[in-house]
């Protein structure tokens, strides 16, 4: 009998991980399961709106990741990464990497309108100029978007986490329904892992944060339904959705997606509506209204992030989070 392979541990010499504001909770949870501390920095504003940045430790040829969602206000959070990025490289960091639990303006990925930006590749290009050698994403909303860096990109999806919750939930007569054209491969992708059928949401978006849905493409009847995103906004698209599908006879109406933006009257939409239970991850963190509304539930990508970032610095394959 082969002797067992012994237990390769991780050389945290190197590794060092820090954070901004914008979710310095996700960050701890992430260096918990790494076994290594947060790294100490200081990142404040000063009263004229400036922000200042300070890397508190010695980090000469480390391996940095910074964890930084640029989430709501999105330019602070995005200016706290980029002088945070420039930082550690003016202190000799040998390679740092930009963690992105949540991309900031990856909606506005192409030209759809006649003399816009594609804000998208103005905010990678920002990353990489300032001197980031890799970025690990969860969940971007245009897997295109990858494209827009020249350095390595690592691109993580939330499904494993959401799989295993729903797996549990032990949903009967489920049906995994896309709210929109564009979101079919992510539905597919849940509904073949859960053994479940796919339906689509036909809608025409008449301008932006505004949702009209049109016809439901497949059979709910008498089925419990799961909308998959990746994005909760205003929730517009969820709500209108869930009563469409409630119409067409679902007997439920659930939702999951990775990223819980929750702007405008999102919170109080979904607490109004018909839908049974909406599950998102700690991409983003919470406000004070999401959290008081008992049907958002919220799941961890800390493990998932952990496992990747561990990857990365072992130089080790990041493919296997995927399963």
């Not at 494209?147 to 999806?157: N, Q, R």
């Not at 209108?240 to 999951?256: F, I, M, Y």
């Amino acid at each position: 009998m082969a002797a067992p392979k012994p237990v390769r541990k991780m050389s945290y010499d190197r590794l060092k991980v820090f954070t901004g504001n914008a979710n310095p909770a996700l960050a701890r949870e992430i260096c918990q399961h790494l076994g290594t501390p947060l790294g100490e920095a200081e990142v404040k504003t000063f009263l004229d709106g400036e922000i200042h940045v300070q890397i508190l430790e010695n980090v000469r040829g480390a391996d940095v990741f910074v964890v930084q969602p640029t989430c709501t206000p999105v330019e602070k959070h995005l200016m706290e990464l980029l002088l945070m990025i420039d930082a550690l490289k003016r202190a000799s960091a040998d390679r740092i990497t930009a963690v992105l639990p949540y991309y900031g303006y990856a909606r506005q990925d192409r030209k759809d309108k006649p003399r816009v930006p594609i804000s998208a590749k103005v905010v990678a290009s920002l990353i990489e100029t300032v001197g980031a050698d890799r970025t690990l994403a969860l969940d971007l909303h245009a897997a295109p978007i990858q494209g827009f860096f020249d350095v390595p990109v690592d691109h993580l999806f939330a499904t494993p986490v959401m799989i295993d919750y729903w797996t549990e939930a032990d949903l009967t007569d489920l049906t995994v329904v896309s709210p929109d054209a564009g979101g079919v491969e992510r539905a597919r992708a849940f509904a073949k892992r859960l053994n479940a059928p796919l339906a689509i949401i036909d809608k025409r978006r008449e301008e932006a944060n505004v949702a009209e849905v049109m016809h439901i493409i497949g059979d709910v009847e008498g089925r419990n339904c799961l909308m998959v995103d990746d994005i909760i906004d205003t929730a517009g698209t969820l709500v209108k959705g869930a009563e469409a599908l409630l119409q067409q006879g679902a007997r439920s109406v659930s939702a999951c997606a990775t990223h819980g933006v929750f702007s405008g009257p999102a919170v109080s939409r979904i607490e109004e509506s018909n839908l049974r239970e909406v599950v998102i991850s700690n991409s983003i963190p919470l406000r004070d209204p999401a959290k008081a509304c008992k049907k958002i539930q919220v799941l961890s990508v800390a493990p998932l992030l952990a496992r990747a970032i561990e990857s990365i610095h072992e130089e080790t394959s990041v493919s296997k989070l995927f399963v």
